[in-house]
């Protein structure tokens, strides 16, 4: 099983960026799919974008297309989350997932194999 942990959240001002780091530990982390959910005050946990092992395929949720981008580094054993033009209903917190493609981009989340302790992410108007 992979570790995760989140970094990067943190308080930033609508239309500014951000990006998140999730370092992952243990040797099956390349063989992973790896993903992105947030979950705001009061509502469900939702699915963010998704990047294959190999980086070559990434998914976003079709809202956040062209805001957010997703992108990993297996030799630092490191998936990023850019995000861009923040808006204050983007703010939630933010986790860091691996799993199965298949199981992140359903987001099928009793299916997923790792989950992150969440990082804070609050965007002011």
């Known amino acids: 099983q992979v570790q995760l942990v989140e970094s990067g959240g943190g308080l930033v001002q609508a239309g500014g960026s951000r990006r998140l780091s999730c370092a992952a530990s243990g040797r099956t982390f390349s063989r992973n799919a790896m993903g992105w959910f947030r979950q705001a005050p009061g509502k469900e946990r939702e699915f963010v974008a998704a990047?294959?092992?190999?980086?070559?395929?990434?998914y976003y949720a079709d809202s956040l297309k062209g805001r957010f981008t997703i992108s990993r580094d297996n030799a630092k054993n490191t998936v990023y989350l850019q995000m861009s033009r923040l808006k204050p209903e983007d703010t939630a917190d933010y986790y860091c997932?691996?799993?199965?493609?298949?199981?992140?981009?359903?987001?099928?989340?009793?299916?997923?194999?790792?989950w992150g302790q969440g990082t804070q992410v609050t965007v002011s108007s």
């Open positions: 990047i294959s092992w190999s980086g070559d395929n990434t």
């Open positions: 997932a691996a799993g199965r493609w298949a199981d992140l981009i359903a987001t099928s989340l009793s299916k997923v194999d790792s």
